[in-house]
């Protein structure tokens, strides 16, 4: 069973103050690792999709890189409307679903 | 560009009742359909998924049930609701591109049964 942990729970950051959040997963076949964007009382958006192991995707103060076993989302000099929680999510080959994690809620003090 | 749309925002129903909650999509056809749940401190749990009329998938056992009328239209209903039902209802779209399917989330349903 695919299987999704994402650390920490919950990350304070000070403005500006750069930091990572961490997926650890395990999947038969990886078909592509996702993050997500959710603010509360609302539908998670779409950040990123990597396929590979060694690829990165950047949006603005975001990047996500990929290895075999993790993924990173490092945000670069954090602003207070980059307080949210991130999903992570897992899709295998051949299969509709996505596994997610449980999230990491990120809140950034002006 | 595609938009995804669901209602109610918010449903709160006594424990027993029926449940409708309608999910569409506008701007692509025969796209990949989702329901997913999501509980307080937890991950998005599957419900159900759709790769077309009259073609759902059931993940998880339970008193719930969903329904695709229409190519754009996705439908998760239950005939009685438990407390356990209570949660986030997010559905969700996807089409098949470059061999990996992203999913598209709509603004969610908050429903609580009492």
């Known amino acids: 069973e695919d299987q999704v942990t994402q650390s920490p729970e919950a990350l304070r950051l000070q403005e500006g103050e750069s930091s990572s959040l961490n997926c650890s997963y395990t999947v038969s076949g990886l078909r592509g690792l996702f993050w997500y964007r959710q603010d509360p009382g609302k539908g998670p958006e779409f950040l990123f999709t990597l396929y590979s192991a060694g690829e990165e995707k950047e949006k603005e103060r975001l990047k996500a890189t990929l290895t075999k076993k993790e993924s990173f989302l490092h945000i670069t000099a954090p602003k207070p409307e980059d307080s949210a929680t991130y999903l992570c999510a897992v899709q295998a080959e051949d299969d509709y679903k996505l596994s997610f994690g449980a999230g990491t809620t990120v809140t950034v003090r002006a | 560009s595609q938009t995804i749309h669901q209602w109610p925002a918010t449903l709160v129903q006594p424990v027993g009742s029926p449940l409708s909650l309608e999910c569409t999509v506008e701007?692509?056809?025969?796209?990949?359909l989702y329901w997913y749940r999501q509980a307080a401190g937890r991950g998005l749990q599957l419900l159900f998924y759709?790769?077309?009329?009259?073609?759902i998938s059931s993940e998880v056992p339970q008193n719930l049930s969903a329904s695709r009328p229409q190519d754009r239209q996705f439908i998760l209903s239950s005939k009685k609701l438990l407390l356990s039902d209570s949660g986030f209802y997010l559905c969700?779209?996807?089409?098949?591109?470059?061999?990996?399917?992203?999913?598209?989330f709509g603004p969610g349903t908050r429903l609580t049964v009492l």
């Open positions: 969700a779209w996807s089409m098949e591109a470059r061999n990996t399917d992203t999913q598209y």
């Open positions: 759709s790769i077309g009329i009259d073609q």
């Open positions: 701007g692509t056809s025969n796209p990949n």
